[in-house]
């Protein structure tokens, strides 16, 4: 039904139930067919919308998230309601009532209204308005007495009223014809319904709040009396007043005097509970009805707001409408492309499709592919990186482009996969065709280019956009290994798995236990053993993950060999076993694929293989890294800043002790430990600069004083002692965690020197683990982030560089470059290395880079 004909048939209809006025309730409940009106709280709505999504904002800082919760809750309310005549969204006008002027504490218990909020709601009342809902508030009353007013009213024309709110204060209005249904819940409670949840009736609900209170409203009722109580009350007194008039009779007698004591209280509680049915409002239902929905105005505050996939739902924005021409037509354009799996170097390239001017071209055949990229040079595309290893493995040369990934990268390192980015700006649906992908692509290109600007947008083009050009080269040059070295390593892991399981066999007198079965390693350490652990798995079996052992190594040996076991078994699984697997069999060499939109402090990881969690301090570990060599005539380099983070956190904070020990290039653990300990450097011996090295690292990552103390297997108080000492020499360092908190905490999110964003949407979460957690990644983000984007800057800088004495860049690991060169150029890539890293940025400490030479990755380090 058209707005217009539901228009016309409501007002038909309300005429006919304004001439039967004098019909009975009973008569009008009786009717075949009524019409139905949505009442919807708004104020309620705004409310939990704004608690429910934390830290949201458009590109411009301005916060949305009570906006976009409220609208995406009632496009989700609307579509479950089915059809209906009108809806009305209510708002309270003011934080003062009538009845804030009869009780001031009334609501005096609530927060105050967040600062972001009120702009929220304006922008909310505007947008109920667009979409052609009727949104409605008067001076001096609240939501409910409106909706409560409506609801009665409309009621009696004949209609069936549904209200949606989260208060319960409205179950007193619930009738044969109104019920109530929460702003989360689908399910309607009518009279029936709340009998049966609280043992009380409609017309008894008001006596029931009276009697328990509402503390969310500061409401006080008696106390002492709670909802079983007062249900059993009213069973059995059947109203309030019963009660209150002959309370020398009221059974038990320690009950009456609860009430007796609370008397004033319970009076006025009731008084305030009560939801005015008969405000003076103009119950225009037609016109309610017949509004339209502004898609214009809509369309420009959504836009505002960067509501971009709810444009599309509400049919304000259509993409992946790109006409479809043949290949012959395509031009230059934004790419779309389908490979067959997700190693570039191995996968085939399925589909190719070029956007361009709202046309879309597709091709399957390999030499119009590969003719399009050769001449194309240069390739926009989302992860055009990948694209690019693909064509460099057919002997093309091709660069990457603008990349949407990347865009949303630099402005939030919490970036959205593809498909939900799409959604989001409204770009249409990702999909699994290359013709979708490059429309989607093209749309993209379309709104974040816009949003990429200033510190950001320089960060985007001389960083990122740069970076995914050397990882094309990185990816496609791939390293060698040593597969007979790491075969015999693999041989010699074996068989000290065979040992570590016949240990835990003979501990468990068992020649069959699994270790790698949970249940039976559970039952030889918890039964048999009769060792505690207060952890479970989230089924509620007794937790025999890392977490829970760690702490019971001093109750039994058998602990540490289990933890061995899985330690060698992981790395054989993981490296040992598939490395070998994973040579190409072209260019006989390891190619890993990085990924650079991933890790949220701006680093670099790596998949297939994941080569960062290599371990570096266990002997396995070390040996796995020896197993990465140069190619015959060449040697590995490999580099790494020193201290790094540390000399960032010393130029971030200022801090003129570190610096000063920076610039002098002292030992800058031994110069915190003579700090620490008040001596002189001379006199610090190895356990005290051990600590000194602890600390230092741990105020990065905000280390407590418990995490100290048993790091370093010391008291409690010791360790905060040695923490409150670190401060106290280095004032600064608390000076920028505090300032880069309330930065947090104002905007939601930090940046890197550079400008890389991070959002931190837990800075202000009520869960005290939460916001410690988000309060520790706000000032680690700024360190970590940095050095990852000087790390990134010199590389992108060495890579020409090297090219030139004929290295090349291998991998990145962590803070470690690997470069190859030949032999004859070692010492030139090691000077252009040292040189380069120096150089990538100027902080107010050097930059101090240590470059090793060797025949493999363990030896040149």
Not at 160 to 189: M, P, W
Not at 209 to 237: C, E, H, M
Request: with cysteine; net charge negative.
């Amino acid at each position: 039904m058209s707005n217009s004909d539901k228009a016309q048939a409501t007002s038909l209809f309300q005429a006919e139930a304004e001439a039967t006025t004098d019909t009975s309730s009973a008569e009008i409940a009786q009717a075949d067919s009524r019409h139905r009106i949505v009442i919807i709280d708004g104020h309620a709505l705004a409310f939990r919308s704004y608690y429910a999504i934390r830290e949201l904002s458009n590109s411009k800082g301005e916060s949305t998230n009570a906006v976009y919760g409220f609208l995406r809750a009632l496009l989700r309310i609307l579509s479950e309601e089915g059809e209906w005549d009108a809806t009305v969204v209510t708002f309270d006008a003011s934080e003062q009532t009538f009845r804030h002027e009869q009780y001031k504490d009334y609501k005096a218990g609530r927060a105050p209204m967040p600062d972001d909020l009120p702009g929220q709601i304006d922008t909310i009342k505007q947008i109920v308005t667009l979409l052609g809902l009727y949104q409605i508030e008067q001076e001096g009353l609240e939501a409910d007495d409106l909706f409560g007013t409506i609801a009665t009213k409309a009621a009696a024309l004949g209609y069936n009223v549904e209200i949606v709110t989260s208060d319960r204060d409205a179950y007193q209005l619930v009738s044969e014809h109104i019920c109530v249904r929460g702003l989360d819940k689908r399910d309607r409670f009518g009279p029936q319904d709340v009998f049966e949840k609280y043992g009380v009736r409609v017309d008894q609900w008001i006596d029931y709040r009276a009697l328990i209170g509402d503390p969310s409203d500061n409401i006080p009722g008696a106390k002492g009396i709670g909802p079983v109580t007062a249900k059993k009350l009213l069973q059995t007194y059947d109203t309030l007043d019963t009660i209150l008039n002959d309370l020398d009779n009221v059974k038990p007698p320690k009950v009456a005097d609860k009430v007796r004591a609370s008397l004033e209280d319970v009076k006025f509680s009731k008084h305030l509970s009560k939801i005015l049915v008969d405000v003076d409002i103009n119950m225009d239902i037609a016109n309610w009805a017949d509004r339209q929905m502004d898609d214009a105005g809509l369309t420009e505050v959504l836009t505002k707001l960067e509501f971009n996939s709810m444009m599309r739902e509400l049919g304000l924005s259509k993409h992946n409408t790109y006409e479809t021409v043949s290949w012959q037509n395509a031009f230059f354009g934004k790419v779309g492309y389908l490979l067959s799996d997700s190693n570039p170097m191995t996968a085939e390239l399925v589909e190719l499709s070029v956007a361009n001017a709202g046309t879309v071209a597709t091709t399957t055949d390999k030499d119009e592919m590969l003719e399009y990229l050769a001449a194309a040079g240069t390739i926009d595309a989302c992860d055009a990186k990948r694209l690019c290893v693909w064509a460099a493995c057919q002997g093309l040369d091709c660069t990457p482009g603008d990349d949407p990934l990347l865009m949303d990268y630099v402005l939030d390192t919490n970036a959205p996969p593809i498909n939900a980015l799409a959604n989001r700006e409204g770009a249409g649906e990702w999909g699994d065709k290359a013709a979708t992908r490059a429309s989607v692509t093209a749309e993209l290109l379309k709104t974040l280019p816009g949003k990429v600007k200033g510190q950001q947008q320089e960060l985007y083009e001389t960083l990122e956009k740069p970076m995914a050009a050397v990882l094309v080269d990185m990816e496609h040059t791939g390293i060698s290994l040593d597969v007979p070295f790491l075969e015999g390593q693999l041989a010699k892991l074996e068989a000290d798995l065979s040992r570590l399981e016949n240990e835990v066999r003979t501990v468990a007198e068992d020649d069959s236990l699994n270790v790698n079965s949970r249940d039976q390693v559970a039952k030889l350490l918890y039964d048999k053993l009769g060792l505690k652990t207060g952890k479970k798995t989230s089924t509620g079996k007794r937790s025999t993950a890392v977490s829970a052992l760690e702490p019971l190594r001093d109750q039994h040996e058998v602990v540490g060999t289990i933890l061995e076991y899985r330690e060698l078994a992981k790395l054989k699984s993981t490296y040992l076993e598939p490395l070998p697997k994973l040579i190409n069999l072209t260019t006989g060499r390891l190619h890993t694929t990085f990924n650079q939109t991933v890790v949220a402090t701006g680093r670099l990881s790596s998949t297939n293989p994941n080569l960062q969690n290599i371990p570096i301090r266990t002997d396995i570990g070390r040996q796995i890294r020896k197993g990465f060599v140069a190619a015959s005539g060449n040697t590995l380099l490999v580099a790494d800043y020193s201290q790094i983070e540390l000399r960032i956190l010393a130029h971030v904070a200022k801090e003129p002790a570190l610096i000063e020990a920076f610039n002098a290039g002292e030992d800058i653990h031994r110069r915190t430990a003579a700090e620490v300990y008040g001596t002189s450097p001379e006199d610090v011996d190895a356990t005290m600069r051990r600590i000194a090295k602890i600390i230092n690292f741990g105020v990065i990552y905000g280390m407590s004083a418990h995490r100290l103390a048993k790091e370093l297997e010391i008291p409690y108080d010791d360790a905060d002692a040695f923490i409150s000492t670190y401060f106290s020499r280095y004032p600064s360092l608390r000076g920028y965690i505090d300032t880069t908190l309330e930065y947090a905490r104002r905007h939601g999110y930090v940046e890197t020197l550079l400008g890389r964003r991070r959002s931190i949407p837990d800075i202000n979460a009520k869960n005290r683990n939460k916001r410690e957690y988000a309060e520790r990644t706000a000032y680690n983000m700024p360190i970590q982030g940095t050095a990852a984007d000087i790390m990134k800057l010199a590389m992108i800088a060495m890579h020409p560089k090297l090219a030139e004495v004929n290295a090349k860049l291998l991998l990145q690991v962590h803070d470690e470059i690997i470069v190859e060169a030949p032999k004859d150029a070692a010492e030139d890539a090691k000077e252009i290395i040292e040189t380069t890293m120096r150089e990538a940025y100027a902080l107010d400490v050097p930059l101090v880079a240590e470059v090793g030479i060797g025949e493999n990755w363990l030896t040149a380090k």
